[in-house]
């Protein structure tokens, strides 16, 4: 008799915990890569082309310089640990790299600004205004 309440127990427990992870994932907060900025934005023909390539090179820049700035803030916390320590210098370089990503971003907004029509140029206005919601991690 023991047995089979232990089992009962078990199986009630499966079958809630089941059924609570697929709520979870039902309710999904789990979304992919969001969609690109041509689509985003509705923009069409030569405009889309244009906007798909500077968001694609900007990106493939950017990833460059993002883990640019990893590899500084990693050197630049490691100084604590260092004798001959080149705190400031790696402070200035990650600085200077920080710099050229704002400023490389605030260019690929220009240049897609310069694709948009009035009411894309409000979408992307509204765009701006939610980025950067949060900072991404990186390994």
């Known amino acids: 008799m023991k047995i089979n309440k232990f089992i009962w127990v078990l199986i009630i427990f499966l079958v809630l915990s089941n059924v609570a992870t697929l709520f979870i994932l039902w309710r999904g907060d789990h979304k992919g890569p969001p969609p690109p900025i041509s689509e985003k934005l509705e923009l069409t023909g030569d405009h889309k082309i244009k906007a798909d390539k500077i968001s694609k ?29 080149k705190a400031d210098s790696l402070f200035l370089l990650l600085t200077q790299n920080d710099q050229k990503i704002n400023k490389m971003t605030f260019d690929f907004f220009k240049e897609i600004h310069a694709l948009c029509n ?22």
Do not use: C, T, W
Not at 128 to 134: A, S, V
């Open 57 to 85: 090179e900007h990106h493939q820049q950017k990833r460059k310089l993002m883990d640019r700035s990893g590899q500084l803030r990693k050197a630049y916390y490691l100084q604590v640990f260092e004798k001959n320590n």
């Open 118 to 139: 009035a009411s894309q140029k409000e979408e992307l206005k509204k765009g701006i205004q939610k980025f950067p919601h949060k900072r991404k991690k990186h390994n």
